[in-house]
């Protein structure tokens, strides 16, 4: 890759270049995810739509009432987010419903919301999850029952112009039955339990289920709330319009996405999980055969910069494990103790490494960095889990550690819209490395992350366990960087000066493992563990 | 048949006495005629508080639920209840361990085996019989047969499940380790409320000796 000019006019290189510098220095402070997303319009539009569903509750198909209301902005410009705020969905469900919940003994019901949203642009379609939560309501004695829930939505970005329409679709109504003394039917306490309600929108809703429409760009005048169905003959000068000129990214990216031009659904909103089609696939496959004791599972999450004052987010990246065979630990007078080794591969484009992620970095004059890195694994990660067992009360613990051989590698740096030209090889002189608890035992370069799980006798399990996932947590020094930049600009400094450094805070979420060799499929009766095609079922949610 | 439900010393039963069974002999003669009420009919049972199960680690299920049909029987022991649905665990509420979550997958019918009735407190003191049970947690899997020795109490309706080890066993472990092995005891504690399904009507059953 070699220098490229400026497109946008400038009073000198030199000046440029200056001005790239300090804002390198300046602050990497907020992830691409986390750039507010506002609607270039100032205008809103305000959405009510009443939608007919049929509802199966277990005396059958019933018909129900939903009713979406959202604030979408009236229009808003191409690759730009927006996130449809006030987001309210109202289910009425009909009297058999109510008895249908009586007869299971249930006096309240708290309800949460899980509607899927197809949003679609030209002939490009993409789903969001809409999910939301409702406060307990007691049950009537009598129809309809009423369930109100709330929740934040998905950020949604045009890929270029056209109207964006949004359509509700499936509905899936998770319903915490509670007993007659208000306890709920979680942890420690018996009742009548829960249940999932699947509905479908009915055949005769009007539009199909469109909620609302929102162009996108200049050219589009479409007025709003006009059904128009994605068709895949739609107007040939507008579908599949380019991206955000990422057409000089590097190989990496070139195929991340099976629809790059789709409408992107940036399912960035915390505490929110991301779609299925918006990570990258993690299976198995020829090259990497799985045995009878693989698993595989996404983490997502974020490190601190602490130089930067700010964190980079960690998008969801699939990791394939061997599950160890647990053996007896050391003797111990008081404890029952049982080691396991498990080795684990970052697994994207069959490289063990991380997808690409970006974050962006504001400086204090005002010039924004970009930055697209992946983190590269050297070795493999080896997780040693020790489990431990009290022979006085019966309390169990699990403690992991991950030790993580990882270099980071920035792909792309680009300030204020003006590429800096990195090279190929700009990584930082070894891995990511934490002071090792064990450091006679596990000598090199290597990131540590800890996890804790627990589980006192009688009560569910909490923290982390390699199978099921939870929080992974520590703290990284990162090293120098080495071999950023070209055409005799060094960059290594700049990027060691801003970046390197101790003391960067890591919080990775891993999420349920899926085993190869005994799937757990979503069931009534079961978590799902793995989807039909053998992926981790879990996608998670990183946390702060 | 009098059958002394001693407390075994083992692992499990530090949270077997939070159930407080106690074995009070009966001094009647073995019942051979069990009466249910109302029989033939559905049953439908729930956990009341936490099962838990053992397989050297203790594994955590919040939810617990059982259906099948019940019908008077003779004879000593008597088979009064086929239990046809089984599940430990549910949907957003896997069971748990310091290994991970737990899946357990019923092989069915288990019984519900009456075996000594005490008439001054309505309490059968049984078994639950045929137990079969597939358990994965990752890649670890094993099979867990036997019985589970229990007691049915008919003023609460609670089906009370305290497994003594040695009842259950563990058969064909893959991918276990140290953990769980065939020498492993298994055992199986928790309370169930029973009610004819569909109704929140508390089933009785009653031993003879005509």
Redesign the interface.
């Known amino acids: 890759m070699k220098a490229k000019p400026a497109a946008a006019p400038r009073p000198s290189r030199t000046r440029a270049r200056a001005r790239a510098r300090t804002t390198s220095i300046a602050a990497f402070v907020v992830l691409a995810a986390l750039v507010p997303t506002t609607a270039s319009a100032s205008g809103t539009q305000q959405v009510e739509a009443e939608l007919p569903y049929v509802c199966t509750l277990p005396s059958g198909p019933l018909p129900a009432t939903v009713r979406v209301s959202a604030e979408f902005p009236e229009r808003a410009s191409a690759g730009e987010p927006f996130t449809p705020s006030g987001v309210t969905t109202t289910v009425e469900l009909p009297d058999q419903a109510v008895a249908d919940l009586a007869?299971r003994?249930a006096a309240g019901v708290r309800a949460a919301t899980r509607l899927g949203v197809g949003v679609a642009q030209n002939a490009a379609t993409a789903t969001a999850t809409w999910r939301g939560s409702a406060e307990p309501v007691a049950l009537p004695e009598s129809g309809p029952l009423t369930l109100v829930t709330k929740g934040d939505v998905p950020s949604v970005a045009g890929r270029g112009d056209g109207d964006l329409t949004f359509s509700a679709g499936a509905l899936a109504i998770?319903l915490a039955l509670e007993s007659a003394d208000g306890t709920a039917?979680?942890?420690?306490?018996?009742?009548?339990?829960?249940l999932?309600v699947d509905c479908a929108l009915a055949e005769d809703a009007p539009g199909q289920g469109l909620l609302a429409t929102v162009p996108v760009g200049t050219g589009t005048a479409a007025p709003s709330g006009s059904p128009s169905s994605p068709s895949p003959s739609g107007p040939a000068g507008t579908s599949g319009a380019p991206d955000d000129g990422q057409s000089d990214a590097p190989g990496d990216r070139e195929a991340e996405r099976q629809s790059e031009r789709s409408p992107k659904v940036l399912e960035n909103t915390p505490g929110t999980a991301a779609d299925r089609d918006e990570v990258p696939p993690c299976r198995y496959d020829e090259q990497h055969p799985p045995t009878?004791?693989?698993?595989n599972a996404y983490v997502t999450g974020y490190a601190n910069v602490k130089k930067m004052k700010g964190a980079a987010y960690l998008p969801p990246s699939c990791v394939l494990i061997e599950?160890?065979?647990?053996?007896?630990g050391p003797p111990d007078p008081d404890y029952?103790i049982?080691d396991?080794v498990s080795y684990a591969n970052f697994h994207y484009q069959e490289r063990r490494q991380t997808p690409p992620f970006e974050a962006t970095f504001l400086s204090f004059d005002f010039a924004p960095v970009k930055a697209t890195m992946v983190l590269e694994q050297t070795d493999t990660m080896r997780i040693d889990s020790r489990?431990k067992?009290s022979m006085t009360?019966?309390s169990?613990?699990?403690d992991t550690y991950v030790r993580a051989p990882l270099v980071l590698h920035v792909l792309d740096l680009e300030v204020n819209g003006t590429p800096l030209d990195v090279g190929s090889e700009c990584r930082t002189e070894t891995s990511l490395t934490s002071e090792d608890p064990d450091p006679a035992n596990f000598p090199g370069d290597h990131l540590v992350l800890y996890g804790r799980?627990?589980?006192l006798?009688?009560?569910?399990?909490t923290g982390y366990?390699?199978?099921?996932g939870g929080v992974l947590s520590g703290e990284a020094t990162i090293p120098a960087f080495t071999g950023c930049g070209t055409d005799g600009e060094d960059l290594d400094r700049l990027l060691t000066a801003s970046v390197s450094g101790p003391g960067n805070l890591i919080k990775q979420v891993q999420g349920?493992?899926c085993?190869i060799?005994?799937p757990?499929f979503?069931?009534?009766?079961?978590?799902?563990?793995c989807t039909e095609d053998l992926q981790p079922y879990e996608i998670p949610v990183a946390e702060h | 048949m009098k059958k002394s439900m001693r407390r075994s010393a083992l692992?499990?039963c530090?949270?077997a006495s939070?159930l407080g069974l106690a074995a009070a002999p009966s001094m009647a003669a073995p019942s051979t005629v069990w009466t249910v009420n109302p029989s033939p009919a559905n049953f439908q049972a729930?956990?009341?508080?936490?099962i838990?199960l053992t397989a050297?680690?203790?594994m955590?299920c919040?939810?617990s639920?059982a259906a099948g049909s019940m019908a008077s029987a003779t004879g000593n022991p008597g088979d009064v209840a086929d239990i046809t649905t089984m599940?430990f665990?549910?949907?957003?509420?896997?069971c748990?361990?310091?290994?991970?979550?737990v899946?357990t997958t019923s092989v069915t019918p288990w019984d519900v085996v009456g075996v000594d009735y005490t008439a001054s407190t309505g309490v059968t003191k049984g078994y639950v019989g045929n137990v079969k049970a597939n358990v994965?947690?990752?890649?670890?899997?094993f099979t867990v047969t036997g019985k589970a020795s229990g007691t049915y109490t008919n003023s609460t309706g609670i089906l009370a499940i305290n497994s003594t080890a040695g009842e259950l066993v563990v058969t064909n472990p893959?991918?276990?380790?140290?953990?769980v092995t065939t020498a492993t005891k298994p055992t199986f504690k928790g309370?169930y409320?029973v009610k004819v399904a569909?109704s929140?009507v508390i089933p009785t059953i009653v031993g003879s000796n005509p």
């Not at chain 2, 748990?96 to 979550?101: D, E, I, K, P, R």
């Open positions: 007869a003994d998770d039917t979680d942890a420690a306490t018996a009742g009548p339990g829960s999932t009878d004791v693989s698993l599950q160890g065979i647990p053996v007896p029952l049982f396991t489990m067992m009360d019966f169990t613990t699990t799980g627990e589980l006798i009688g009560q569910p399990a366990l390699l199978l099921s349920q493992t085993a060799a005994a757990v979503p069931s009534p009766a079961n978590e799902g563990q | 692992v499990v530090a949270a939070a729930t956990n009341v508080g936490n838990v050297t680690i203790p955590t919040t939810v639920n599940n665990g549910a949907s957003g509420s896997p748990t361990s310091v290994l991970g979550n899946t994965t947690a990752g890649a670890c899997k893959v991918n276990c380790g140290a953990i309370n409320a569909g929140s």
